[in-house]
């Protein structure tokens, strides 16, 4: 799809399996020695094809003026699609809110998620029907929780396989296969404490459905983190691998939202390690565990095939990463606080965690003192990326010329 603020620009579209479309791949090959550098975007949760062209089309709009004057260099840009989606009730700042409904009158979020999690259309329309009528029966909210199971496998243990960010973390986490009386409770709190404590309607048994409405975001999300270790790991490593071959000359910089930022970080476990032409990568919000880089992590050491450094945005601001993440990662059932488990936090709330030689930086120090030239670093993006309302909060805020500038940082073209 068109992005109109920069040019030359190519799409990169991978299937769940992380195949890339080969049409796309040698349009990028083909062109690819011509380039001094090439920058490549990865979106996150939140986006359809549209949502994800415009995204990159705003996000890339401050370089040309950035790089005004730069000599030598022939920049080239890239965003890559993969199969995801966002919820209906999830803004981004900036961009118009969906559609609530779509004409037949149905659930978009189901319709969504039965193009992005295909085979069970049953189960999706029995959830649907199951959260118009919220029936007071435990034995529906049962049925509710295994249907959710159902379609999109994320108690399965090869979904927690692919979700892995840490040693010994490849059973799913017990919010996706305890009690579901007492996973709806915790999330109906949860949602009810990110909308500032206001009471829902229908009382506890609304409650309970709105808990049972997150836990169909969180099962799918937890499904769609494992696929975005896939495509990186399978798709996008390999073809950089293969840019390598063909362009050797021309640097490549990575860029990640969300999820995208674990797609770019597992892009580099399927690099070839020699390939040497990745020199900058920029996390934005990651919505993966923050000691995923660390000693015991599913990327311990990956740091060292980048030439550059490895940026870590984070911001106290975003509600998915500071409240929901943490509750939808904690792997045992006990009576801990939902949020007071260290081992669980994601990188897009507090940085990289257990990497004792990173250094920490506010986002004002990061775009005018000297910059890490290699290795992890946090920056603290809090004062920028700081707008969105609930459930999300300022997760998908990162349209901003400052995050622009950091990135050209990372990869020392400013």
């Known amino acids: 799809m068109a992005v109109a603020s920069v040019q030359p620009y190519w799409d990169l579209t991978f299937d769940a399996g992380g195949d890339p479309d080969p049409v796309q791949r040698d349009a990028l090959l083909a062109h690819a020695a011509d380039l001094s550098d090439l920058v ?160 829902l309607l229908g009382g506890l048994t609304g409650k309970i459905w709105c808990g049972a409405r997150e836990l169909l975001r969180q099962a799918s999300y937890y499904t769609m983190k494992g696929r975005a270790g896939t495509v990186g790991k399978a798709g996008l490593g390999p073809l950089l691998g293969l840019l390598a071959t063909r362009a050797p000359g021309t640097r490549v910089h990575l860029i990640g939202h969300s999820f995208g930022a674990r797609l770019v970080s597992f892009a580099l476990a399927g690099l070839p390690p020699d390939a040497g032409n990745v020199t900058s990568v920029t996390l934005l919000q990651g919505a993966f565990s923050h000691s995923a880089y660390s000693p015991g992590g599913a990327l311990d050491g990956m740091q060292s095939r980048v030439r550059g450094p490895v940026v870590a945005c984070h911001s106290s601001h975003d509600q998915a990463l500071g409240v929901f993440y943490p509750l939808a990662s904690r792997l045992s059932g006990d009576d801990k606080s939902l949020l007071g488990d260290d081992r669980w936090g994601a990188l897009g709330h507090d940085g990289f965690h257990h990497l004792p030689a990173a250094p920490a930086l506010p986002l004002s120090a990061a775009l005018t003192v000297p910059f890490p030239t290699q290795g992890c670093v946090t920056v603290d993006a809090s004062p920028t990326v700081r707008t969105g309302g609930p459930p999300s909060g300022a997760h998908s805020d990162i349209c901003h010329p400052e995050l622009a500038h950091l990135t050209l940082r990372a990869a020392a073209l400013l």
């Not at 030598?72 to 989606?85: D, E, I, N």
């Open 40 to 199: 490549v975007f990865t979106h996150g949760w939140n986006n359809d094809l549209s949502t994800a062209s415009a995204l990159f089309d705003r996000f890339y709009a401050p370089f040309p003026a950035l790089l005004a004057g730069a000599p030598g260099l022939r920049l080239g840009y890239a965003g890559v699609h993969w199969p995801s989606m966002r919820f209906s009730d999830e803004p981004i700042p900036g961009f118009p809110r969906p559609r609530q409904a779509v004409a037949n009158g149905r659930d978009p979020d189901i319709a969504t998620l039965k193009e992005v999690l295909p085979g069970h259309e049953a189960a999706a329309d029995r959830i649907e029907e199951l959260l118009a009528q919220q029936p007071a029966d435990p034995a529906a909210l049962a049925e509710f929780a295994a249907l959710v199971r159902t379609l999109t496998g994320c108690a399965s243990p090869r979904a927690a396989a692919l979700a892995q960010d840490l040693d010994g973390a490849d059973t799913p986490p017990a919010l996706l296969t305890g009690d579901p009386a007492t996973v709806c409770a915790a999330l109906g709190d949860a949602v009810c404490g990110v909308q500032g404590g206001e009471p």
